[in-house]
């Protein structure tokens, strides 16, 4: 996925603002950031720490932990260039979730 499309998934999730946190382009629901851009190669998104454990055993290649303590809060590197859509969207729509007020909830998946 390039990084339009990506861009402009993010910005049709509901309440989406985008803004820049150290110089980076993020992508926020309410204040809260779920996604941000700070390198060409991988975009980063906002999971629990189990959600991200279950990601990097079942897509291992193409993702990683932030390194350091962000890392262990969940923050997970995602290679959405060479990701899949569907893989992507889900990812994406969960690191909203996430972060998003419960009484704003999308369907899962």
């Known amino acids: 996925m390039i990084d339009d499309d990506l861009i402009s998934f993010a910005h049709g999730l509901p309440e989406t603002v985008e803004s820049s946190h150290f110089g980076n382009r993020d992508f926020r629901v309410r ?12 975009c980063v998104v906002k999971l629990t720490p189990d959600q991200q454990q279950m ?3 079942t897509v ?3 993702v ?15 290679f959405h ?4 859509d569907d893989t992507i969207h889900a990812l994406v729509r969960q690191a909203w979730r996430n972060v998003a007020p419960k009484s704003m909830a999308l369907p899962e998946d």
């Open 81 to 84: 260039h060479v990701l899949d």
């Open 64 to 78: 990683l932990a932030v390194p350091g303590a962000w890392g262990l809060k969940g923050w997970t590197r995602l």
């Open 31 to 42: 204040g809260k950031i779920y996604l941000t851009l700070p390198h060409p190669e991988f």
């Open 55 to 57: 990601v990097l055993a």
């Open 60 to 62: 291992s290649e193409h």
